[in-house]
């Protein structure tokens, strides 16, 4: 019948770990969901949406109308007989590491972010961010497949759990970051305290910080605020140190009022 493939993105905590605010910690769920998206894509194109697991569509079109409601970090496929689970694990791995790479490199191109940060470095250290596994089991047929989704599931784990340790390509003596204390800094900024100060309120950050890469796609990574009851909520700006922020005014549900 072919074989039960299962990949699993993460880390989840490394995505939500580096939020300064609830807005941050949105961005970096939804960035992890919309890699997921992107090896599910890969997926799809190869086996067939009708061969997801989960997430589940019927058509590519249902696959993108899941992504806007959110993919989780671990997807399940069936391969058929004569392709390759390996290689098309690998794929999917390699493409959800592509889009965030590729949207950090969005977000690092207007000119004012690109004076002031280390693009290499930082590109680095969002490629070097996600790390993703799979595992696959046979499926002799579809009687088979409760105890082949448990042993694929411990394969998984174990694949997981002898992760490899590989050195970083971006190490240097810097400042680490002021988020997580893991990833050295890849702002640019003057030796003078002041000016350093005044390039960081440009870029959006506060004062004294030193941010990574994947720090700088949390921080910079903005979506549009929820609909609630079909209206779109306005975001409030006010200032914190020189920061803009967005606030959203409470909502009263209809016939509250």
Known sequence: ??????????????????????????????????????????????????????????SPA?????????????LLALIPEGQDPSGLGQRAVEAARAYLVNKAQELFAPKERALHVEREAALAQVEDLLEGYYAY?????????????????????????????????????????????ARESVLLLPDDPKEADRVR??????????????????????????HVG?????PTPHQDEGLSLASTPPTIPAGWA
């Open 1 to 58: 019948m072919g074989a039960l493939l299962a990949v699993s993105l993460g880390p989840v905590q490394d995505f939500i770990a580096t939020a300064r605010r609830t807005r941050d910690l949105f961005a970096g769920s939804r960035l992890l969901s919309e890699a997921a998206q992107a090896a599910a894509e890969v997926l799809a194109q190869a086996v067939g949406p009708e061969n997801l697991i989960f997430p589940a569509p019927t």
């Open 62 to 74: 249902e696959l993108k109308e899941l992504g806007q409601a959110g993919i989780a970090n671990v």
């Open 137 to 181: 089991v046979p499926l002799a047929s579809e009687a088979d497949y409760p105890q082949a989704r448990g042993r694929l599931m411990a394969l998984l784990v174990a694949r997981k759990n002898t992760r490899n340790f590989a050195p970083v390509s971006w190490g240097k003596e810097a400042f680490k970051s002021s988020l997580d204390g």
């Open 201 to 226: 309120l440009k870029l959006g950050l506060r004062r004294g910080e030193y941010l990574s890469g994947p720090d700088l796609v949390n921080s910079s990574h903005h979506y549009p605020p929820p």
């Open 230 to 234: 079909g209206h779109p909520q306005q």
